[in-house]
């Protein structure tokens, strides 16, 4: 029986790995639209951004008996920029990761 030898770029990989990484990152980040929406229609603006536990105690209030709630209409996109914050940071280090990427391959072809 005879060995098939297949040669795998491992950097090559990784940077398909790193792009899909990317591409899923962006699919996370939330809209202050979406946010705004889900406020209106059934107070769950926390749930959207995965604070499931303070969203439950903002219907427990029934948001702070209205107090809560008219403070969060002026919050939401500070929310939501605090929630994408750190997605953005990842994207920005898989870009650099890239752009870097790039710049070694071009120079290993002019070398």
């Avoid at 953005?88 to 790039?102: C, L, T, V």
């Amino acid at each position: 029986m005879g060995y098939v030898y297949i040669n795998i770029d491992t950097n090559k990989f990784k940077l398909n790995k790193e792009k899909m990484k990317k591409y899923q990152l962006q699919s996370k980040i939330k809209s202050v639209g979406v946010a705004y929406a889900l406020f209106i229609i059934i107070l769950g603006h926390y749930a959207y951004v995965g604070k499931w536990g303070l969203q439950i105690l903002f219907w427990i209030t029934l948001g702070g008996f209205g107090l809560w709630a008219f403070i969060d209409l002026f919050r939401i996109p500070s929310i939501v920029a605090k929630y994408n914050e750190s997605i953005y940071a990842q994207i920005e280090k898989i870009e650099r990761d890239e752009k870097m990427h790039d710049i070694a391959m071009m120079k290993a072809a002019v070398s």
